[in-house]
């Protein structure tokens, strides 16, 4: 037999040899599994938003006995349905998983958030005339950082929150609070119970439900004829201009437009009246919801303003999802430059605040111990713990006093304000605040 190029083989010797894969030997590329159909109109979701690697659960903080354990990690890659244009993460880990071990988030640690919620309270119950004959039911409702303002206008409230730790803490409060999943199931079971809603809110919940149909269908069951609901979330346009695919986590599974969300409410038969743009979160919007067959609240010029504005932008065109990606890797670049300057200049740097977005920025940046000393966090039950993934200790905020680092790189940036005030000491050592997003700036 001839002499065989190592560059060329004959068609003979791979007639001879067909477990050789082409070209030239190499095995095919692997491909990632499809993703689920979309949670809303159940289309096959092919288009990517925004790929971010592999990350553990955000809230699942390492304990020290847990240390040397082996963590599970979890696609964190976003897709954007053809059809009803919802952002969405697959399903890896139920809702009991996420929500129902220890839950760590507890509302009331931030001071700006409680204010937030007595203004909401104030709004709410001067608009819907609510007294004491009224109910007012929220959704998620944590800690009762914000069901303790009715309270204290006599107004009746109950509390449907699954994280078992959490609720036990409004329920000290003397909050009437059931420990439960919402769905239909559950909305059926309170409305025979404690009769239908006057109000029915929820705040940064509708984002966290894998069956976003039973979830709102569960609302309109919970919800009397003449009642008004209320959600808030994170605003899709928001995150893609501000950049903040930090956002992107397990326990967020939709990512949410105007337009969709007016989409699912719709087929729900609620109607969105009104809807207000804050700044919480890095953007969000709350909507007003009633039931279609109710006229007592007409539709705003608000509606039909942000949905025109959502369309002129180009939310029904997967075009302009198509460079959020490309913005994430080079915030990624960005910022570990920034750290390996640092590093190198004998700097050091520390975190400030141990949120779900921070564990998705680490997470995806590769950023441990070697760039980031440590965090910290006003919340006693993170301290003492280690950040999922990275690793990284979260200690008390008087640590940063004690060590006076160079630079504290701020995690939850949409309180970034709130932060510089309360650690604006820092500055007497010469220190600087660094917030990530959109982009690595340095605060004097």
Not at 6 to 14: D, I, K
Not at 111 to 122: E, F, I, K, N, V
Not at 177 to 200: I, W
Not at 203 to 211: E, G, Q, T, Y
Request: with cysteine.
């Amino acid at each position: 037999m001839e002499q065989l190029s190592s560059f060329v083989l004959s068609g003979a010797l791979a007639a001879e040899c067909p477990s050789l894969p082409e070209p030239f030997g190499l095995a095919p590329q692997p491909l990632e599994p499809p993703a689920s159909p979309c949670r809303f109109c159940g289309a096959p979701l092919d288009y990517t938003f925004v790929n971010l690697g592999t990350s553990p659960l955000c809230q699942n903080h390492v304990r020290t006995h847990e240390f040397n354990r082996a963590e599970a990690f979890y696609p964190l890659h976003a897709r954007v349905c053809r059809s009803c244009f919802l952002v969405q993460l697959d399903e890896f880990v139920t809702s009991e998983e996420i929500f129902q071990n220890d839950y760590a988030y507890f509302s009331s640690y931030s001071a700006s958030w409680l204010r937030h919620a007595r203004r909401y309270t104030d709004m709410a119950t001067e608009r819907f005339k609510l007294n004491s004959n009224s109910l007012v039911v929220e959704v998620a409702s944590n800690d009762g950082y914000l069901l303790q303002y009715f309270v204290e206008k006599d107004i009746p409230v109950l509390g449907i929150e699954p994280a078992t730790n959490v609720a036990g803490h409004a329920q000290a409060k003397g909050i009437n609070t059931l420990v439960r999943f919402f769905g239909t199931e559950t909305a059926r079971y309170v409305a025979g119970l404690s009769g239908q809603a006057d109000l029915l809110l929820g705040n940064n919940v509708l984002a966290h439900v894998p069956n976003i149909n039973d979830f709102v269908a569960g609302m309109r069951i919970l919800l009397k004829p003449e009642g008004v609901i209320t959600m808030e979330f994170p605003h899709l346009l928001r995150l893609m201009e501000g950049n903040q695919f930090d956002t992107i986590y397990h326990e967020h599974f939709s990512y949410l437009s105007f337009y969709t969300v007016e989409r699912i409410f719709a087929h729900h038969s609620l109607t969105l009246f009104d809807v207000e743009e804050l700044p919480t979160h890095g953007g969000s919007l709350r909507i007003f919801a009633r039931h279609a067959a109710n006229p007592a609240w007409p539709v705003t010029k608000q509606v039909e303003a942000l949905r025109s504005r959502e369309l002129a932008a180009g939310i029904t065109d997967l075009v302009y999802y198509s460079d959020f990606e490309e913005k994430a890797k080079e915030t990624k670049r960005k910022l570990l430059e920034f750290l390996i300057d640092a590093k190198r200049a004998g700097k050091t740097v520390v975190g400030y605040g141990a949120p779900g977005k921070g564990n998705t920025l680490l997470n995806y940046c590769g950023i441990r111990t070697d760039f980031l000393d440590y965090t910290v966090d006003v919340s006693p039950h993170k301290q003492g713990n280690f950040l999922p993934g990275t690793r990284i200790p979260i200690c008390h905020p008087d640590r940063i006093r004690q060590t006076q680092p160079d630079y504290v790189l701020i995690l939850p940036w949409n309180l970034r304000e709130e932060i510089m005030e309360q650690m604006q000491d820092i500055r007497a050592w010469g220190g600087r605040f660094v917030v990530p997003i959109p982009e690595v700036q340095i605060y004097e």
